[in-house]
């Protein structure tokens, strides 16, 4: 008897069966995975802010040199890194699509409300690249040779290639010919002419111009190739920082 003449109150238990415990694990694997997501789309578009930049920002910058050259190469340490987390402690390979289908989102967000809602530029003038076929065909990589090696060279060269192609079709009707006052530029040049952005040089210059032509007056097969090992070596820095991650993080865990 508690004081008072008082019986204690008796704490029922939070779940009393395993159907129960089970569906609770469920709830918390979905918030899980759910804040994963969030921090992934917050983390990899930062980085990719911070490293790519106005290349897959405009539209007169999307060329087919520095564009299809630097963007994939850039972006792939991050999603080779989540590959080797997930892939050696979950046997998931889905970290190269999730990363990129995060990306689109956060970059879509970002350009509906900064860029077009807040700045008005049209959204056919920021609209972000994707680079989810990418992560498609390097997780399936990985699922099929269950190697890193393997996943490196021929998922990493594949995703500098097919960076490109997936992205052709959102480029080409920008890079169709017109006539300006007597000067031949693309609809991207002339997106470029009329919405003002910044006075630094950098803007006021057509990117697409240069004196890279190897293979027929075209660098676009040059710069594919240099995406691609480009890729397989940035995979083995983002696959070296995974592992780095992964035995630092566990090893406290393990301590803790």
Not at 11 to 40: G, H, K, M, N
Not at 168 to 182: A, E, K, V
Not at 212 to 238: C, H, M
Request: hydrophobic share 50%; charged share 10%; proline share 5%.
């Amino acid at each position: 008897m508690a004081a008072g003449g008082q019986l204690p109150l008796r704490r029922e238990p939070a779940a009393s069966t395993a159907e129960e415990v089970q569906e609770i694990y469920r709830w918390f694997d979905l918030v899980i995975a759910v804040l994963l997501v969030f921090l992934f789309m917050a983390l990899y578009h930062i980085y990719t802010m911070l490293t790519v930049g106005d290349w897959d920002f405009w539209t007169d910058w999307k060329d087919n040199r520095w564009w299809i050259t630097l963007t994939p190469f850039l972006e792939m340490p991050m999603p080779a890194a989540a590959l080797y987390i997930f892939w050696s402690r979950f046997r998931l390979p889905i970290a190269g699509t999730l990363l990129a289908v995060s990306l689109v989102l956060a970059t879509w967000l970002n350009r509906y409300v900064n860029m077009h809602g807040w700045a008005y530029f049209p959204l056919n003038f920021v609209w972000p690249a994707t680079l989810i076929p990418c992560g498609i065909v390097l997780d399936c990589t990985l699922a099929l040779t269950q190697s890193y090696l393997l996943t490196g060279i021929v998922g990493g060269f594949a995703w500098g290639i097919i960076f490109y192609l997936a992205n052709w079709p959102l480029i080409t009707p920008f890079l169709q010919p017109t006539d300006l006052h007597g000067v031949m530029a693309s609809l991207a040049d002339l997106q470029g002419y009329h919405y003002i952005r910044t006075g630094t040089p950098e803007y006021l210059r057509i990117i697409n111009r240069g004196t890279l032509r190897t293979f027929g007056q075209e660098p676009v097969y040059l710069s594919l190739a240099l995406a691609g090992f480009a890729s397989v070596l940035t995979y083995g820095i983002g696959l070296f920082i995974g592992w780095a991650f992964t035995k630092t993080q566990f090893a406290w865990f393990k301590r803790v």
